[in-house]
């Protein structure tokens, strides 16, 4: 019987996990750190990440494709050795634990700074804490489901920013390459930071019912956050001029600040709720890779336990470290440079090991 088969995930639901972890990760703030960097051009910038990004999740398919029924870290300890396992499982939690720390607190930060500027943090930290731990301690199969329902939920908020193309001027986007090609090369690391989630395939490929679409799945999520992304950022690049965008922290939302209706008033406060909705499509199954990780080093199978510490370690820590914007700033730079070698570059060196170790195995069968 599959270790993981208890608690398998559908094709749709793969790629709404990974494809949600990966929205929550720029959604917000990514068309204003692309305006800084490349102008206009920035657009450009996630083109090229997504293509980085793609090639690196179908490497990661191809790696796990060596041992279909385990996790990355079944596959070190079948390759290198127990002590591999260990320390990949170690890692890959503090990493988690990080990512999920700091995007659970920088959606606390936007809540504060556009809703409920009065409320302490640890307040509306315990009031996410609370429907996020009922959510995850579901495992892997629930994660998803609740990943794939957001996305139904949200699916009329791209459209509805098409409203704002009344009051557009397309000719903001030329011309192209305005300044050359360095500044969009520079715009090219928040992209790659903003395409960071695919890397939880390397824990999710175990739990995929059907394996064989695991490429063409990691594709469409990728595609999907493309879509998205490129979407807001060209609605904000022609709805601002060059030098505008870069004067606010989520251009997305005050855009819609423009936006009046006979019925709503302030329509960001409703596109807010909704954005945090999808926000927690990253840090829930964030959350619980990185217990999945500890669980997995210790050889337990429950994680409810063990998520209620994480959770109440979540809350107290507020108390003590008083997050600020620019705390998450550093906070994010750190988790996109280890992103980049775990998510980026390692696909590639644990190819390449096991690609040699087979082989080196089939020469000695052979003589």
């Not at 600020?324 to 070698?341: Q, R």
């Amino acid at each position: 019987m599959k270790k993981y088969a208890f608690n398998d995930i559908t094709l749709m639901q793969y790629i709404f996990l990974i494809a949600g972890i990966q929205l929550g990760v720029g959604l917000l703030q990514l068309p204003r750190e692309l305006a800084e960097l490349a102008g206009t051009d920035g657009w450009i910038a996630i083109l090229i990440g997504f293509v980085i990004a793609t090639c690196s999740s179908l490497m990661i398919v191809q790696v796990m494709k060596r041992y279909p029924d385990g996790t990355l870290f079944d596959l070190l300890k079948r390759y290198v050795g127990k002590w591999a396992g260990q320390a990949a499982a170690l890692l890959t939690a503090l990493y988690f634990a990080f990512f999920s720390y700091t995007i659970m607190v920088r959606a606390v930060l936007f809540v504060r700074s556009w809703i409920l500027p009065k409320t302490p943090d640890f307040v509306m930290l315990i009031l996410l804490a609370i429907p996020s731990y009922l959510i995850a301690r579901g495992g892997v199969r629930v994660l998803g489901r609740y990943a794939e329902l957001v996305f139904y939920i949200t699916l009329w908020m791209p459209f509805f920013y098409l409203l704002s193309l009344r009051e557009s001027n397309w000719l903001y986007m030329l011309p192209l390459f305005k300044e050359g090609l360095q500044p969009i090369l520079l715009a090219v690391k928040p992209s790659l930071f903003a395409f960071l989630g695919f890397e939880a395939a390397f824990l999710f490929y175990p739990f995929l019912k059907s394996k064989q679409y695991a490429s063409q799945g990691i594709i469409v999520a990728n595609t999907l956050t493309l879509l998205v992304y490129l979407h807001v950022t060209l609605t904000c690049n022609v709805f601002y001029s060059p030098d505008t965008i870069t004067h606010f922290n989520e251009p997305p939302v005050n855009v819609l600040k423009t936006m009046e209706f006979r019925f709503i008033e302030r329509l960001e406060i409703v596109f807010l709720s909704f954005f945090i909705m999808t926000i927690s499509t990253t840090w829930l199954p964030v959350i619980y890779l990185s217990v999945f990780s500890i669980n997995w080093m210790f050889g337990k199978e429950d994680h409810r336990k063990l998520l209620q510490w994480f959770m109440l370690l979540l809350v107290v820590s507020v108390l003590f470290i008083k997050p600020t914007f620019n705390k998450t700033d550093k906070w994010i730079e750190i988790v996109s440079l280890i992103g980049i070698f775990f998510g980026y570059l390692s696909p590639y060196v644990l190819w390449l090991y096991v690609w040699l170790h087979d082989r080196l195995r089939w020469r000695r069968r052979g003589a």
